[in-house]
């Protein structure tokens, strides 16, 4: 199979039918990304039992707009001391890159645009995930860059938290998305998504289940919902930008309208993050069963389907937001690489073995389904008891006896203690003293 638009860059549509394209996602992006926001905080409202945005709109939900015109119209204050031309160029890094990989995300399969039959997507390369990849690492350029053009040593250490938070997670990512590569046999995004439209095969039986790979391959899809986790700065990964250790982050020196870009590029981002999810995990543009066995499976129909999918994908991310607390650091760094890295590396050789095992016939069949076997075996006892740190003991701390009147201040004791001796005289450190105070 080649990619659908194989004959140059864009394809063999019209150049005005891409750039129609490109106008379109980019509008889309930014109309969504408003939603987004007011969604987010409907629904961590709804969470913390409170209302969220009420204001300003029928259920607030202009209060984004207000938002994006007040950085709009704010002062674009730069320190002193900062790298002037570095400064301005970071946000606009972030930006870009949050906006890229759109051009290769299929939205609806083929339909008729203004005359023309095409796919519903930019264009579609061979490597499209990679492409999609690539795109995603250099957004930590936008980030690590505004950290040190600052001048400042919160901004730093959140440049830093996100350089490192980045490097171990996109090799999760990479690693996690390998299982795909095998089982659909191609990069292109538009063929993984065809490649899921096919029945459900369970032990030899037709299921009429599109076969998603978030069923075929779930610990590939938990690696990577970890990992878009981690990529977006979604709590509990927020270490880049937490309020509690750096003020804000890599962005405490942005005001105004550089600001809002890299408000505006987290959002885009979460919801670039979840479309790929989409596309990779969950089918795509294709309908959901029983959906998939009528004539909603096609057309301008794969439209409702993307973004149904893809919003129930950002309500997983804001839950996560929601509910779970921020990790320590090294606990971070720990589960990147000596969690995740691991388990996606024993789980490509899984899909590898149970590849290979298709194919087969025979005794060979039956050899290699006992190695997956034992392979699948092994990786479940690593994840059980294996690779966990050692509790060291700690020996019990013996409380000294109580001295109510050390330091020259009277403190009643607390629930469960009592003045020691009998007589009331207690000994301090600097003298000894009686229950009136005076000197013995």
């Known amino acids: 199979m080649t990619p659908l638009n194989a004959s140059s860059v864009f394809g063999p549509d019209p150049w005005w039918i891409t750039l129609v394209k490109v106008l379109a996602v980019f509008t889309l992006q930014l109309l969504w990304c408003l939603f987004n926001v007011w969604f987010m905080r409907r629904v961590l409202g709804k969470m913390q039992n409170r209302k969220g945005p009420i204001m300003n709109s029928p259920g607030g939900l202009l209060q984004a707009i207000g938002d994006g015109m007040k950085l709009l119209f704010k002062e674009t204050f730069i320190p002193e001391g900062t790298d002037r031309t570095v400064f301005k160029l970071a946000p606009v890094i972030a930006g870009v890159c949050a906006f890229a990989p759109w051009a290769v995300i299929p939205l609806a399969g083929e339909v008729n645009f203004f005359g023309h039959r095409t796919h519903l997507m930019v264009t579609d390369l061979p490597i499209a995930v990679l492409f999609t990849l690539a795109t995603g690492s250099m957004a930590v350029y936008g980030l690590v860059l505004a950290g040190w053009s600052s001048d400042n040593s919160y901004s730093l250490l959140g440049g830093l938290r996100a350089s490192a938070q980045m490097i171990s997670y996109e090799v ?40 998603w790979y978030a069923l075929v391959l779930f610990p590939s899809f938990c690696v990577y919902f970890i990992s878009i986790l981690a990529e977006s700065n979604t709590p509990p990964f927020d270490l880049s930008e937490c309020e509690q250790e750096l003020v804000s982050g890599y962005s405490t020196e942005y005001t105004g309208f550089r600001y809002g870009t890299y408000y505006l590029a987290e959002f885009i981002h979460m919801a670039t993050l979840s479309a ?11 309908a959901p069963f029983p ?18 999918k893809t919003q129930l994908m950002i309500f997983c991310l804001i839950w996560c937001r929601g509910s779970l607390p921020r990790f320590r650091y090294d606990q971070f760094m720990h589960i990147g690489w000596k969690r995740l890295i691991p388990f996606s590396l024993a789980w490509i050789l899984c899909v590898t073995l149970m590849k290979a095992s298709m194919g087969a016939t025979g005794t060979a069949r039956y050899v290699l389904a006992g190695l997956m076997a034992a392979a699948a075996l092994v990786l479940l006892v690593w994840l059980l008891w294996g690779g966990g740190r050692d509790e060291k003991p700690t020996g019990v701390l013996e ?32 003298n000894v003293t009686t229950k009136n105070g005076a000197d013995a």
């Open 276 to 286: 790929l999810a989409v596309t990779l995990f969950f089918g795509g543009y294709r």
């Open 291 to 308: 959906f998939n066995m009528t004539f909603m499976d096609g057309g301008w129909w794969g439209v409702l389907w993307f973004f149904v």
């Open 399 to 430: 409380e000294p006896d109580f001295n109510a009147f050390a330091g020259g201040y009277p403190v009643p004791p607390m629930p469960g203690r009592s003045l020691p001796g009998a007589d009331g005289v207690v000994l301090s450190d600097e």
């Open 172 to 211: 999760a990512m990479g690693l996690s998305l390998v299982a795909v590569f095998l089982m659909a046999g191609t990069m292109s995004t538009s063929q993984i998504v065809e490649a899921q439209a096919n029945h459900l095969n369970l032990f030899g039986v037709d299921v009429p289940l599109p076969s």
